[in-house]
């Protein structure tokens, strides 16, 4: 997938964000290295998606640092570069994204070489292979001639993601990906990630709300509450049942599933035991 002959991480330190004179995320920091994943969880409003715009130069941190840093080079500040050249190296798939009209799928995936063609549209020799190849990771190569905006929530979500495949990064940030992702593509998007760490080098974090899922894909976990990283670490240690049950003001019990060996959470309702316990539904003849 990567064609970039060097992998570069992406890290961040002490980020203060705010919207206007609020601020939302307290001084955090993250390491998104080479071959990583690093998942992002935490409450609603906990400030995962701010933190990883602030992370793709999309909101401006009011203090910190983000530094671009090659596998074994010297550092540069991620802020001080050119756009163009901070875009060959960081993507990010986010959350919500206007749907353009008139356009096809496969012009929205080449949005994704924007950094290759420069203000003047010059040539891009490794474009369309690098279009192609993110089309078909994603599944959407039967899709290339529709309009975007006659697709279903899920399509469109793939076509983002290609998008972001065809910029070739070796950083990649990504939102929620598995929104509206029915179950087949949602377990392709997550084994997708997985050989694009473990196969290509790329650096990865990404947002998710399901906490098994984090524990089952991720190599790091950042629980994040009210702006500030309560736990990081592997997801055994990150995920402790006490303190997800006070970041997520509910009962968070854990346990280790003996077939696998991952991290398995549940959340405890008022009537989990009770549905627990309920005797299974039959149809009747
Ligand atoms: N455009 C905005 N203007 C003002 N405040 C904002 C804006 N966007 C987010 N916030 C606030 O910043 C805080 C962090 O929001 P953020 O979207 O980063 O959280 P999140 O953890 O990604 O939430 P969710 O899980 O609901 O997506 C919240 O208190 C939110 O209300």
Redesign the pocket.
Known sequence: MIQQSELFGLEASDLVLR??D?D??HGAGLQLEPGRIVALV??????????LRALARLHEASSGTITVRPDDGEAADALMMKRSDFARHVTLLS?SRPVPHGLSVRDVVEFGRHPYRGRWRAADPQGPAAVDRAMGLTGITDLAHRGVHELSGGQLQRVWLASCLAQDTSVLLL??PTNHLDLRYKVEIFDLMYDLARVHGVAIGV?L?DLDEAAALADHVVV?SE?RIAAAGPAHEALDAGLLTTVYSIPIVTHTDPLTGRLRTRAVGRHSDSQTHQPERTTRP
């Open positions: 919207y206007g609020k939302v995320v935490g409450p609603n409003g906990s400030g995962k998606s701010t933190l959350q939102d929620e947002v709300h994040l702006g």
